[in-house]
C-alpha cells in the first residue's frame, strides 16, 4: 500500500493516475479483507513521512 501511495504523490505519473487509484483501491481492499488494521505492527508508534 506504501508503494501506491507514493505514487499517488507523485507527479510525473499523473498519466497513469487513473490506472494507480483503482490498484491503490483494490490493495486496500484486500489488506481490509486480510484485517490488516488490527495487526499489532501498524499499532507502533511511526514518525511522520512528508511526502512534499
Do not use: W
Not at 12 to 20: C, G, K, L, Q, S
Not at 30 to 45: C, I
Request: hydrophobic letters at 35%.
Amino acid at each position: 500500500m506504501r508503494a501506491s501511495a507514493i505514487c499517488l504523490a507523485a507527479p510525473d505519473r499523473a498519466d497513469e493516475m487513473e490506472e494507480i487509484i483503482a490498484r491503490y483501491g483494490e490493495v486496500q481492499h484486500r489488506f481490509e479483507e486480510l484485517d490488516g488494521y488490527s495487526n499489532s505492527l501498524l499499532k507502533k508508534p511511526t514518525r511522520h513521512l512528508s511526502l512534499s
